[in-house]
């Protein structure tokens, strides 16, 4: 029998399994001075070009690439990355402590060499001199950063020292780079004499003064050429990067226990598209890289829906906090929450449009509950519609025939029980792009909004219509426009003061009330969650399920078993593909539409029905092979994947008509309906894995 074939996700895994044997091999090595320090250096310098090659590869995986379904992928994924991030450090920790000439580590020994007179500053410099001289007889490619000569750099951007060696600069400073190490922090000396490491993302070649080292022009212009060739592709990064979200990006990490590389490795890393063209200037003022798809994105399911609906437990880990039944009715207990709104998304107005040279893929907005420091709920995304002759306009909840795609469905509602006097509703406008000339793909936040849910009193709003201004930037900035700011010398009448209002970037939205039997839906539902109005009758059934499963079903509140239950393993994969929730919404409502009124009331016939019909659709296409992986924002993948499920529950609901049973064990048998290959996930409720 042929051995199986590797997935991508697990060939990556067995790589970063030899990189931190290497590694370990490496720092073992080095501990008990087994060979030369220029040896151990080679090889660290080629262990840090494989974690970064791995690392670049890993990031570019996809669930679609894998050969077989893979539990837990994203999970997965980001473990591997984590892991490769911490040998990452390690190595540029011990990069740094081996590299040649000056001290054993970047910010070690720098306050001992602030105390050195000239003389001994003249020395390390002659020093360097030497050490270069001598590489000249080596080959170009094996020589490393560190024993580049003498340069003049400008700096790009202020930075401020945070660690003990760093050295603080001004923008427009010119500086004399003493030392280029691999690790990406600079030895530096000013105009002042002063010396320490400064991120070279932060510096560019050249200066706009006369150069201090004019003497030494003449012996170093056989070495221009060389040095020009390896720094070619740094200084095409450094004019490509945005210096103000340089600084931001080090802001925001100087409260976490990271080192200095980690800093500027997230910095290189981040260019992207979005960078690019905002270089360019084909990005409007204002726009930034989307903030909670970067959340989406890192935090794995964190701020998913699929996570928000899962049970969550108490303190003692010994029952749950927000999941309970009412002994009467063998109902789910309804649970009133601090906050509870309905609202409509209605239009966004005068959005600037991004510039030529990218295709938009996707215009939506996204949403959270914020209390102004940080996301209190799940991220929900709603899709907008768009009119080519009104570019500047987005609307929501479109009228239309038939079952309207929850993706696009305006009409939201959100509970969440957090005592903050600021809650409100974060709205970020986004879009998604791909760019003409290359196919990168990047997310774009067009500004966000926010709406504070209480006045200056506490007095929940009133329900009626806002209309909210679109701030530019992320929100934790202020005061940022989307456009440009009107200068000084603009006119100040009122006429003019009106027309530059209505030319300012708007959200509508309206806060309403829901009917007696939603508000009754609702109070069933998860203390935290945000989502559309027109899934709660799914999301209610499911809850009720969820409850007798836990603790109805279960032999005592203690066991912690595996249960089979395929609807709760696999129900909150459909809050993060809405194309499969509103596949189960359709077949739900076909259902129903052969109910008796007596039969829409008795709630265990209608969890028998719902099964019956979860099994027959959602939990099917689960597990067809010829659905393709869900891909935000990609224009074949969704619609092939909508005439999968059209051509799907259309067949499933023939067989039905023709057997007068749905989800029967025959549709999964039936040789004219493919299905993947059973893995025992597909049926188990693994508590212990998913409670919150």
């Not at 077989?68 to 450090?89: F, H, M, T």
């Not at 067949?651 to 549709?667: D, F, I, M, Y």
């Amino acid at each position: 029998m042929p051995p199986k074939r590797k997935g991508p996700l697990q060939l990556t895994q067995r790589e970063v399994d030899d990189i931190k044997k290497r590694v370990d091999s490496l720092v073992k090595d080095v501990q008990s001075r087994d060979g030369s320090t220029e040896e151990a250096f080679r090889r660290c310098q080629e262990l840090q070009t494989s974690a970064e090659k791995t690392l670049r590869t890993l990031k570019k995986l996809t669930k679609a690439d894998e050969l077989a379904p893979v539990g837990n992928y994203d999970q997965r994924k980001q473990e591997e990355e984590r892991r490769l991030q911490s040998i990452l450090e390690r190595v540029n920790a011990l990069s740094l402590e081996l590299s040649p000439p000056g001290p054993s580590t970047a910010a070690g020994d720098i306050s001992k060499e602030d105390n050195e007179d000239d003389d001994d500053e003249d020395d390390d410099e002659d020093s360097d001199d030497d050490d270069l001289d001598n590489a000249e007889d080596e080959k170009r490619a094996v020589r490393p950063y560190s024993q580049s000569g003498p340069r003049i750099y400008t700096v790009l951007s202020d930075f401020k020292g945070e660690q003990e060696g760093d050295l603080s600069v001004q923008r427009g400073e010119v500086l004399r780079i003493i030392r280029m190490t691999a690790d990406g922090w600079w030895l530096a000396q000013d105009t002042k004499g002063n010396r320490g490491v400064v991120p070279k993302t932060y510096l560019k070649i050249g200066s706009g003064v006369d150069d201090e080292d004019d003497e030494d022009d003449d012996e170093d212009d056989e070495e221009k050429g060389d040095d020009d060739d390896e720094i070619e592709e740094e200084e095409e990064v450094e004019e490509e990067q945005d210096d103000e979200e340089l600084t931001d990006d080090r802001e925001n990490q100087s409260g976490t226990p990271q080192t200095n590389w980690c800093t500027v490795r997230k910095a290189l890393t981040e260019i992207d598209a979005t960078d690019v063209l905002s270089a360019m200037g084909a990005i409007p003022s204002g726009f930034r890289p989307s903030t909670l798809n970067k959340l989406l994105l890192e935090e794995g399911v964190t701020y998913r829906g699929s996570h928000y609906i899962q049970p969550e437990l108490s303190q003692s880990q010994l029952s749950f906090s927000d999941l309970f039944l009412d002994p009467d009715t063998g109902r789910v207990r309804a649970r009133q929450v601090r906050t509870c709104a309905c609202f409509t998304l209605w239009s966004c107005r005068m959005i600037p449009t991004p510039g030529v040279g990218v295709q938009v893929l996707s215009r939506h907005v996204r949403l959270c509950a914020f209390d102004g420091n940080q996301v209190l709920s799940n991220i929900h995304t709603v899709r907008a519609t768009y009119n080519p002759k009104s570019p500047k306009t987005w609307s929501f909840s479109p009228r239309m025939t038939g079952v309207l795609p929850a993706l696009l469905d305006g009409d939201c509602f959100l509970r969440c029980n957090s005592a903050s006097p600021d809650l409100g509703i974060l709205f970020e406008l986004g879009v998604t792009f791909i760019r003409n000339s290359t196919g990168e793909r990047g997310d774009l936040s067009c500004g966000w909004a926010f709406l504070k849910l209480t006045d200056d009193a506490g007095n929940p709003l009133p329900i009626r219509t806002y209309e909210l201004t679109v701030n530019g930037g992320t929100p934790y900035e202020k005061d940022v426009a989307v456009e440009a700011p009107v200068t000084a010398g603009s006119p100040a009448g009122v006429f003019q003061q009106m027309l530059h209002a209505r030319r300012q970037p708007r959200l509508i939205v309206k806060l309403k009330s829901a009917k007696s039997r939603t508000r009754t839906q609702l109070s069933l539902l998860p203390d935290t969650l945000l989502h559309c109005l027109s899934c709660v009758h799914l999301l209610a059934l499911h809850r009720q399920l969820l409850a007798d499963t836990l603790l109805m079903d279960r032999p005592t509140m203690q066991n912690a078993d595996l249960m089979c239950s395929p609807v709760l393993s696999t129900f909150p994969v459909l809050l993060d593909q809405p194309d499969l929730l509103d596949a189960l919404r359709s077949a739900w409502l076909n259902a129903e539409t052969n109910m008796s009124r007596a039969q829409k009331k008795d709630l265990s016939y209608l969890k028998q029905e719902f099964v019956k019909v979860y099994m027959s659709s959602a939990y099917f296409l689960l597990h067809s092979p010829s659905l393709p992986c869900h891909r935000w924002a990609d224009p074949p993948s969704e619609e092939q994947r909508a005439r999968v499920i059209y051509v799907t529950l259309d067949a499933l609901k023939h067989t039905q008509h023709t057997t007068g049973q749905s989800g029967g064990p025959e549709v999964f048998v039936d040789p004219m309906h493919q299905h993947l290959a059973f893995d025992v996930t597909e049926l188990t409720f693994d508590l212990l894995r998913v409670a919150r």
